[in-house]
């Protein structure tokens, strides 16, 4: 095994490692509010284990994410991946949390049988995950599946006769 695989079966050890503590948090949030504390827990606890989950270099996160090392430095050109700050090395390296996010949707996007357009169908699919997340977004879209969106138009009674096709009254 080389150093390579050695490093990305770590990387994906540690992913999958954050992976579950993210289901479990998402699972506990929509349940009964004795449980939120849990859930604040969880988060907490995923936000100490990306800390601990150091950058990765671009033949790592290409192993991990299954592309090529030009691939991936072109996905960190458009802004898919993240390059980690290090003073450390001159390296070029990536942020574990870009590359879950990446690894995320390109895993959907393959079980979908899409091999082709990854990079922009990836970022249309982070765009979709960001907006979903918006609380807003989320007030908008169930009110508009409630019938609740906007106000009914209410014309006034000329108006709706001109709107019916009918003479105004005069």
Do not use: N
């Not at 859930?39 to 995923?46: I, T, Y």
């Not at 590359?99 to 990836?122: I, K």
């Not at 977004?137 to 009918?166: K, N, Y």
Request: hydrophobic share 50%; proline share 5%; aromatic share 2%.
């Amino acid at each position: 095994m080389s150093v390579i695989d050695t490093e990305a079966t770590a990387a994906l050890r540690d992913l999958s490692r954050v992976t579950t503590l993210v289901e479990v948090a998402e699972d506990l949030e929509g349940r009964d509010e004795a449980l939120q504390p849990l859930a604040r827990r969880l988060r907490d606890a995923v936000s100490s284990q990306w800390e601990a989950i150091p950058p990765m270099r671009l033949s790592v996160a290409a192993s991990v994410l299954g592309v090529d090392v030009k691939t991936v430095r072109a996905w960190m050109e458009r802004g898919l991946l993240e390059r980690a700050s290090s003073a450390s090395t001159s390296r070029m390296l990536v942020t574990a949390p870009s590359v879950w996010l990446v690894m995320d949707a390109l895993s959907a996007l393959r079980e979908a049988g899409q091999t082709r357009g990854l990079a922009e169908a990836v970022m249309r699919r982070l765009r979709d995950d960001d907006l979903a997340a918006d609380p807003e977004f989320a007030e908008g879209i169930a009110q508009w599946r409630a019938g609740l969106l906007a106000d009914p138009i209410v014309l006034p009674e000329d108006d709706a006769d001109d709107a019916a096709g009918e003479p105004a009254s005069a």
